[in-house]
């Protein structure tokens, strides 16, 4: 019987740590660069971009297709999140702008001013 009532408590804690990682496992890129545009809201919400960069992140490392369109239109709403002063989105933005410029178009000027403001040079 004790022994029952381990594996039953093993396997909620397996479905747990499933539940963390189906979340960026299982995305679809559509829904996702539709939820990109609230990049261009007004006054965005920095969690909930956090959370739209971290899976397009996902996306992307997993080797997605992105064509040069869509690459092109979400690297530059991606940049108007500069405007906000949260430092956590800041450092997911350079890792967001970093995997999507091999993609998108007319990116050169933008990432060149991004590598002085890094590199304080």
Do not use: W
Not at 23 to 47: E, G, I
Not at 52 to 70: D, F, M
Not at 79 to 84: A, D, N, R, V
């Amino acid at each position: 019987r004790h022994l029952v009532k381990m594996m039953s408590l093993r396997k909620d804690k397996n479905e747990e740590d499933e539940g963390i990682g189906a979340t960026y496992m299982n995305l679809d890129k559509s829904s996702v660069l539709q939820d990109a545009r609230l990049f261009n809201a007004n006054q965005p919400n920095p969690r909930k971009c956090i959370q739209i960069l971290t899976r397009l992140l996902c996306l992307l490392t997993k080797g997605v297709k992105i064509s040069r369109q869509e690459a092109t239109t979400t690297f530059f709403a991606v940049t108007k999140l500069f405007q906000l002063p949260n430092q956590s989105l800041r450092k997911l933005l350079y890792l967001v702008i970093k995997e999507l410029s091999p993609y998108a178009d007319d990116v050169i000027i933008l990432t060149s001013s991004l590598t002085k403001d890094m590199t304080g040079s």
